[in-house]
């Protein structure tokens, strides 16, 4: 596993445990990672990474052989690491986004055709029971959907100060919190015509998307001034989605969900780079449209702040 100490390697822990799988070295430059002995005590651990590549190194002239590395990393570092991965034998599981800049899918696509190995990725709302009754209900229907997508998830100041506060780190907020909202809604409404940006800050994202079955008003915020006052004081994040004018719950069923990913990606049903390639593009082409101050399809949350 390459980047033990962050919030996410937990879920990525246990889904290697669930699967039946040994976590056999992991590497990150905090040594904070003492949840590890929950799961695999006896892993080997390294602060800096050329000791894990030689460790690694060492396992595979041993006769050892390597089946997945697990990506952890910050954002930024994922197209270095899943080159690392394959280059060494193993095929990669890598968390979302898979990569920042769309131009390296394609180079990905190429190592993994010459490596024979294969790159999956986390795209855990696909496997949600309440987003595939969606899917299937509206499967049937030929008509046009009117969606709002509001998600809050409040951050502190120690964000700012981290990689995920720098846009050239992590994508900003609409990569960082939102990428797997925007595929989420790729495989509800099929693909993305149209997009425009009403609102991109450091704390706030938020626009308007045409797919090809639905319209969509979204709004994405990292600031708990954002939390609707039924909820402040009493949780961090908020999320809803409201499709032709009805209240969609999906917030719960989210804890087992990486386990499930491990489970299809193990099974050889795992999400790929081209499964990826929509949502990766959609929030790189966010990040570079002008701000236009939109109408009728733009989220009423917006526009408070244009």
């Known amino acids: 596993m390459i980047g033990a100490g962050g919030y996410i390697a937990p879920r990525h822990l246990a889904a290697i445990r669930a699967v039946g799988g040994d976590l056999v070295a992991a590497v990150d430059p905090s040594d904070s990672v003492g949840v590890i002995d929950s799961y695999f005590p006896d892993a080997h651990f390294f602060t800096r990474f050329e000791r894990f590549d030689a460790h690694i190194a060492d396992m595979i002239r041993g006769g050892s052989n390597l089946d997945y590395v697990s990506i952890c990393s910050p ?171 009805e209240d969609v719950e999906f917030s719960d069923g989210f804890t087992e969900l990486h386990s499930d990913s491990y489970r299809e990606i193990v099974a050889g049903r795992g999400f790929s780079i081209e499964d990826v390639r929509p949502s990766v593009e959609l929030v790189a082409g966010f990040r570079f449209l002008p701000l236009t101050p939109g109408n009728g399809e733009r989220h009423p949350l917006a526009a408070q702040y244009l």
């Open 75 to 245: 954002n930024h570092l994922h197209n270095e690491h899943l080159h690392f991965a394959l280059n060494h034998g193993a095929d990669a599981i890598c968390e979302k986004p898979l990569v920042i800049d769309p131009r390296d899918l394609d180079e990905l696509s190429a190592l993994e055709r010459a490596s024979g190995k294969k790159i999956s990725t986390i795209l855990q709302l696909r496997l949600h029971e309440a987003v595939n009754r969606l899917r299937e209900k509206f499967s049937g229907i030929n008509k046009r959907h009117q969606v709002d997508l509001t998600y809050v998830t409040s951050r502190g100041r120690w964000y700012h100060e981290s990689w995920k506060g720098d846009e050239a780190k992590s994508g900003g907020v609409v990569t960082n919190i939102g990428i797997h909202l925007f595929d989420m809604l790729n495989y509800l409404f099929g693909p993305v015509e149209h997009q425009v940006a009403h609102l991109h800050d450091d704390k706030r994202a938020a626009g308007y998307l045409a797919f090809k079955h639905a319209d969509v008003r979204w709004f994405l915020s990292i600031d708990r001034n954002d939390l609707p006052e039924a909820v402040k004081g009493k949780q961090n994040t908020f999320r809803a989605i409201e499709i032709d004018g």
